[in-house]
């Protein structure tokens, strides 16, 4: 379920990957242009692969590619392939599945109700159980996606209507999911109960818009509406005489909403609003947090790129610090910029992230970064800010240490590779890093700075397990045990 980065540059998967992000439209002429441009927007959270299903209303289309959005689908030929007045599309990092053009989403299935397509953002936490008892049922499987569960489930319904069929499946689902279906008529959103993965709703010349974020309705210009609610299932559907109506349902028990931490600490794109929080400015405030709760005599900070910039900016402001980008980055270093032998995978950082040495040189410097998972990165990049000259170097990390695996959909590696469970204490994590001092926000800090109030321990306000080990939801393909590998209490008081 968790795998490493595919970037041979990446320092042995020193970063989170978010799974991928999904779009959709209903009634609009150049639907397929629009969901390639509100893709593009999205392709942060997603880039392995992308691809468009479309329907012209006589007939589905179909383009899954490998790579990034503008590889494939800003050629006007590619986007002619895929006619119709409703479009939906998906970008992929895939933790589920291999990198593997039939695994690419949306994917497509013509069902006894009729053709449906499915894409979907998140994890099933039973996808595994689910799709063995479904071949067990004679189900053939054609990917190694747990979306195609889903369409398994919708065919084996006993329901009519195609929204129905979908509505039960979802019953089925465990996990953490946002997902997108699209029918000859239809435009379904709809979230898990707990709201894990974000979803919104939009609209653009009154035609309606699904989209894993804002910053895709931005790029088209389309108006945001509101969030789908967690445990919502929204049915956009064109009916006979031309117009569209938006139902919504909400099939399941209510349950509060747990939306992902890491939306905001790395996940969505700054300019994006997550829950009606503006990211951008939740990022800022994590490191005025940070400031108060981790000063330091210092004489600049200095954000790592591009994640802790934001927060690099809060610390800075509440410390009176001067800010300055210590560290430039170069954006046009791709996955297979030269081979990665081993000599050569030692100047990763190097490729990515060169030092600003006029800023730096003799003055005592504050890295501020978003997260540490394993600390490879930071090793590396307090090496390059000590060659440049700096007098000391300390680290300020915007978000709490990492203790446990994600299973809903971030990829993260097994928990004896963290950072945080690698070292008994904070003074031997900062000597591994080579910093001068180390210090992490609390749980507390980030609970503030996102939604205003410390964490409720009794009931989370937020998805957190990553940090705490409370996971919201069964972890059913876990042989039905919790995954809450040892807290390190000690540790998480140090650190705040």
Known sequence: MTKLSKDPFDLDGDTLHEECGVFGILGHPDAATLT????????????????????????FHSERQLGLVGDHFTDPATVARIPGHMAMGHVRYSTTGETILRNVQPLFAELEVGGIAIAHNGNFTNGLTL??????????CQSTSDTEVVLHLIARSQKTASSDR???????????????????????????????????????????????????????????????ENGEVVICEIQPDGSITVDSLKPFAPRPERMCLFEYVYFARPDSMVAGRSVYGARKRMGVNLAKEAPVEADVVVPVPDGG??????????????????????HYVGRTFIEPTQSIRAF???????????????????LIDDSIVRGTTSVKIVQMIREAGAREVHIRVASPMIFHSDYYGIDTPDPENLLANQHADLASMCRFIGADSLAFLSIDGLYEAVGGEKRDNRNPQFTDHYFTGDYPTPLTDLNGRQKNEPKRLSLMREAG
């Open 36 to 59: 390639a441009l509100g893709l593009h927007a999205l392709q942060h959270r997603g880039q392995e692969a992308a691809g468009i299903v479309s329907f012209d209303g006589k007939q």
């Open 131 to 140: 799709r063995r008892n479904l071949i067990a049922q004679g189900a053939i």
């Open 166 to 228: 979908f509505i039960d499946a979802l019953g089925h689902l465990e996990g953490a999911f946002s997902l997108v279906a699209l029918t000859r008529t239809k435009l379904i959103g709809a979230r898990d109960a707990n709201g894990i993965r974000p979803l919104v709703l939009g609209e653009l010349d009154g035609k309606p818009i699904f989209a894993s974020e804002t910053c895709a309705l931005d790029i088209i210009g389309a108006k945001f509406i509101r969030d789908v």
């Open 309 to 330: 910039t934001p927060a690099a900016i809060g610390y800075a402001q509440q410390s009176g610090i001067p800010f300055e980008l210590g560290i430039i980055r170069n």
């Open 348 to 366: 990763g950082v190097k490729l990515k992230h060169s030092a600003n040495r006029a800023e730096i040189a003799g003055k005592r410097v504050v």
